[in-house]
């Protein structure tokens, strides 16, 4: 158990860092079998350059196709100050959004906090 509490879990073989991760990975599979999302991958890294100089790497929960777009995901039970700022690099440096989806009782929800997060659409 990590020191938010989430609780490592495997599903597939795969051991994801907590069981909202885990169910998430399940419902993009679904969402995947349906033909609503394309290309799902997994961990996928992306290096945080300035110039020639390597600053840090990011690594996306979940990386797939919506409708023609790539969507670059991440699943967060607690958001850090370290992601705050690798989301910014990120949005910055690749002039695309980080999708953050957190789970608010068995719906998963856009965006940090609850007053602003909106309901995904199943």
């Known amino acids: 158990m990590s020191k ?3 609780i490592r879990t495997e599903v597939d073989g795969i051991v ?3 069981k909202g991760e885990s169910k998430r990975w399940i419902h993009l599979k ?5 033909g609503l ?4 991958r997994r961990q996928v890294a992306y290096p945080l350059k300035i110039g020639d ?5 990011y690594v996306a929960d979940f990386v797939y196709i919506e409708d ?5 995901e991440d699943f967060k039970g607690h958001v850090t100050t370290v992601f705050r700022l690798k989301k910014k690099l990120f949005e910055a440096l690749y002039n695309k959004p980080l999708r953050i989806v957190r789970l608010v009782g ?5 965006g940090f906090k609850k007053r602003r997060s ?3 659409k199943r």
């Open 37 to 40: 999302i394309k290309n799902l």
């Open 4 to 6: 938010y509490k989430a």
């Open 53 to 57: 100089d390597l600053i840090t790497a």
């Open 30 to 34: 679904r969402s995947a079998k349906k």
């Open 106 to 110: 068995n719906d998963f929800h856009l």
């Open 68 to 72: 023609g777009v790539e969507i670059v």
């Open 118 to 120: 909106r309901k995904i």
């Open 16 to 18: 994801f860092d907590s």
